[in-house]
């Protein structure tokens, strides 16, 4: 069993602001994998895909679920530090 939930953002997030978001994540939440980016997102707690314009997607396996909400409040944190407008879909 697994989850994905999306986050929007305003402007579109970008590449290189998510890999410094990212590679600053806490090692609790970068995992087994330690926040490594691979052709299609990132490699974290929860995988954290390539943003689609304004959309990204976070994705995990079951057990992964209880991380979910730290990473997204991380994620929108930072994000809105740099400016972004980040909302939940």
């Known amino acids: 069993m697994s989850w994905t939930l999306s986050l929007q953002t305003d402007p579109n997030v970008t590449e290189e602001d998510l890999d410094k978001i990212i590679g600053g994540l806490p090692n609790n939440l970068k995992g087994f994998f330690g926040g490594f980016k691979e052709e299609w997102g990132w ?3 929860v995988d954290i895909l390539l943003p689609k314009g ?3 997607t976070l994705s995990g396996a079951y ?3 209880e991380a979910a909400p730290m990473v997204v409040k991380h994620l929108k944190q930072e994000l809105e530090e740099l400016g972004y407008r980040v909302h939940e879909v």
């Open 54 to 56: 304004s959309e990204l």
């Open 63 to 65: 057990f992964s679920s």
């Open 43 to 45: 490699s974290t707690i």
